[in-house]
């Protein structure tokens, strides 16, 4: 139970710092933080939240994650669906919480704002089609479940795998917020796309799918080139 909830608190954490920060700071006044600055927020909710709990459930907080570390051998089968369960709980809990601060501007509009929710084609950023974003998707949750895994090796320099990892978070939103806002994290699409509705539900299909193809791709990877690990 320790391990679930320090799992739904530190997913709360991401998705109100990362998605918090997009909606309520990144056009502030009229020039606010920007890309960089919501890049850095995400990668610093992961950074703060592995020093944090990562001693406690691993820190994953992202069911694409779970999923890729499962298929890298490094996580329990049996823990696959409760952690996800609770990461998604987190996520809806803080999509909650910046809702109701949002609205507390008068004026504010979750769907007309888009609420920091992930999309393709009309509602990408960039106006980006469905497969560049599928691809997007796979390519950065590849990469990323590659990093954590080489961070979290035995082999490794100890102590830094929070750094790299956030980092590295920090990195993909870089790349791919032009593209579809960047999820890389089904619990943090759905953490947002509830409270927007339409077309942010209709669209939260490829949020899930593409990131838990992409982890698993890139635990398979690691696996290849890091060999037996110790």
């Excluded at 949750?141 to 795998?161: E, H, N, W, Y």
């Excluded at 669209?203 to 838990?212: D, G, N, S, T, V």
Aim: charged share 5%; with cysteine; net charge negative.
């Amino acid at each position: 139970m320790n391990k679930l909830l320090a799992e739904t608190f530190g997913t709360f954490w991401l998705v109100l710092g990362g998605c918090g920060s997009a909606v309520l700071a990144a056009g502030f006044p009229d020039v606010g933080i920007g890309l960089l600055g919501v890049s850095l927020a995400f990668g610093l909710t992961v950074v703060t939240m592995a020093y944090a709990i990562g001693h406690i459930s691993g820190c994953h907080l992202n069911p694409a994650i779970t999923v890729g570390l499962w298929v890298g051998g490094r996580f329990d089968a049996k823990d696959v669906f409760p952690y996800i369960i609770a990461q998604v709980i987190g996520g809806i809990i803080a999509g909650g919480v910046l809702y109701i601060i949002a609205t507390g501007q008068a004026g504010f509009d979750v769907p007309a704002s888009g609420f920091a929710a992930n999309g393709y084609g009309e509602h990408s950023p960039g106006q980006y089609s469905l497969v560049a974003a599928l691809v997007c998707e796979i390519v950065m949750t590849m990469m990323f479940l590659l990093v954590i895994m080489g961070a979290t090796d035995s082999r490794a320099p100890q102590g830094f795998a929070p750094l790299a990892i956030g980092l590295c978070l920090t990195l993909i939103h870089l790349i791919s917020i032009p593209v579809t806002n960047t999820s890389v994290n089904p619990a943090r699409s759905t953490g947002v796309a509830v409270f927007v509705g339409d077309w942010a539900i209709s669209q939260l299909w490829l949020f899930w799918i593409a990131p838990i193809i992409g982890a698993a791709l890139g635990a398979l990877a690691y696996k290849m080139l890091a060999g037996k690990e110790g």
